[in-house]
């Protein structure tokens, strides 16, 4: 079994900043990534992240931290980890579908599962149309009309935040029935936006997405959808450490800290704004916190 100070599950932006601090303190560091495409990795230009003028892509701005990580001697296995169990001599067991690797601390940063339901043409039109993040992409549609496509809270709030660019939206469920909290659904009906239940059979349009086609023939035009139907893969570990858990997100204090010990969670697996800056400090903070409980340096009170 392979040994390490410190495990970060997740190799997005909170991930690798954790990453980056934990090898920069000398400590042993290994980073599980998911085999496959983030989020992150569709997005054609991020051009909210201070220090990149021009813009630059999701998965340009993951390969750049991955070779910063690296040259500070952290290492990334493209391996899922599939469960967490504590170690008969203290310490933490991370088990992959093919190793173990033990450790004295561990980040969650597993980001958010973003679903893709299974709607024709969906994959087509991501990125010219088809975007996940409201904040990321709402100014590129103002005054225009948009949809979000989703049936939870996440949903309704990623709705709710799009009057902010436009009045023009449809919320579409799907074929599912709206399963949102009392006062968002409030927040809905008073903000006039329609709710469509129909389940959608198409995304329509040539080179960007130009309308939705429910099952029945009606065509909706729209000139953006938003996908909004991830929960967090985060909770299933959380569950299995005692670690507390609201909605689809891991409850932590400022520090990161989940309250078990030597236990972090940073960036969208926490809630809170799905951004990458938020996600880069909150993976910094895990680390710099992490690494001073693992020398003693600061007290924690699990209680």
């Not at 799907?174 to 198409?202: C, D, F, P, Y």
């Not at 951004?275 to 003693?296: M, P, T």
């Amino acid at each position: 079994m392979e040994e390490y100070d410190i495990i970060i599950i997740g190799g997005g932006p909170a991930g690798l900043s954790a990453g980056l601090y934990a090898a920069r303190a000398n400590k042993r560091t290994l980073i599980l990534d998911k085999p496959g495409e983030g989020a992150l990795k569709k997005v054609e230009v991020l051009d909210n992240y201070l220090g990149f003028p021009d813009g630059i892509t999701g998965k340009e701005l993951l390969e750049l931290g991955r070779r910063q990580v690296e040259r500070f001697g952290a290492k990334i296995v493209e391996e899922e980890a599939v469960g967490i169990k504590p170690h008969p001599d203290g310490g933490y067991i991370v088990e992959t579908p093919e190793k173990e690797f033990s450790c004295q601390g561990i980040i969650i940063a597993t980001g958010v599962k973003r679903e893709r339901p299974g709607v024709r043409n969906l994959k087509k039109f991501e990125g010219r149309g088809v975007s996940y993040c409201v904040t990321c992409d709402g100014f590129f549609f103002r005054d225009a009309p948009v949809g979000v496509l989703g049936n939870r809270d996440y949903a309704v709030r990623e709705a709710l935040e799009l009057l902010n660019y436009t009045s023009k939206i449809t919320l579409f469920t799907n074929g599912k029935q709206l399963r949102a909290r009392e006062a968002l659904r409030k927040k809905l009906e008073e903000s006039g936006i329609e709710v469509v239940t129909q389940e959608i059979e198409e995304l329509t349009g040539e080179e960007t997405l130009s309308g939705v086609k429910l099952k029945g023939g009606e065509v909706r035009k729209l000139k953006g959808l938003f996908v909004a139907v991830g929960t967090s893969g985060a909770t299933d570990f959380a569950r299995t450490l005692g670690i507390a858990v609201e909605g689809s997100a891991i409850v932590v204090d400022r520090n990161q800290s989940t309250g078990v010990p030597r236990v972090y969670a940073a960036g969208d697996c926490t809630g809170g704004n799905r951004q990458v800056a938020v996600a880069v400090g909150e993976g910094a903070n895990a680390a710099i916190n992490l690494i001073s409980e693992l020398k003693g340096t600061r007290h924690v009170d699990y209680h």
